[in-house]
């Protein structure tokens, strides 16, 4: 487990653009899992700068998704495809026919959600899984108390994440109940895992999440076992992990 330690909101966004752009140039067909939230609009502004000053192209790239509200109508401006959309697929290179994004109310979920995870199995798998950490620890949607061998599906919102959404949809009303999620089973399968953690928000469960137990109350544990597993977080997310000092944690400061 890597930690890479830098100064603030601003670093950690343009650290972590450069981290993603570097791999995506040094293999240009990078199967990427995205991510969505607040805590990366800055990380897609820069990864937007790169691109338009001819660092890296995503020509060649695949990008997929981890989670998505359930039952918003295609184009709804606080759906998370909306989302990634105008904040990043919009904004550079990427090949339309590449981006395959969870449908967020098929007529069939189970058969839905059983042939996405197919189709990123017979395009390779996830190379490059990027997410954020829930305030409750939730890992894309998968809410405390998720079996770790969970798979893609619908899951009901916690009160605590619905109400972490109120600033984008105005009110608890208009939050949806209910969301799609790429299970814990499918995230574990990416070949690495980056996750951005910014602010003192961020600064208990951080350490909760990867310094305490592995276990199902905090989805996110399961990330302490996976063998490629890098966090970029700025000094006051990482506060308290850093002083827990997990033993096998990697701290590099950038
Ligand atoms: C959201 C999403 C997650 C995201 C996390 C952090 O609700 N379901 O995919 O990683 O919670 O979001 P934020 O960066 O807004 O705190």
Known sequence: MKLIVVKDYAALSRV??????????SQPSLRIGFCTGRTVVGFY????GLHRR???SFAQAWGFDIDEFHGLPQGHPKSYR?????????LVDFDPQRIRLLDSDPADPEAAYRAYEEMIEATGGIDLQLDGIGLNGHLGFNEPGTPFGSRTRVVDLTEESRRAQIDLFGSIEEVPTRAVTRGI???????????????ESK????????AGPVVEAVPCSILQLHPAFTLIADEAAAR??????PPGLVV???
């Open 16 to 25: 972590s653009a450069e981290y993603v752009a570097a791999r995506v140039c």
């Open 45 to 48: 502004q820069e990864l937007v």
């Open 54 to 56: 001819g660092r890296v």
């Open 82 to 90: 909306t989302y990634l959309q105008e904040n990043f697929f919009h």
């Open 185 to 199: 089973l499918n995230i574990m399968r990416s070949r690495e895992v980056l996750m951005m953690a910014s602010g």
């Open 203 to 210: 600064t208990a469960i951080v350490a909760k999440a990867l």
């Open 240 to 245: 308290d992990l850093l002083a827990a000092a």
């Open 252 to 254: 590099e400061r950038r």
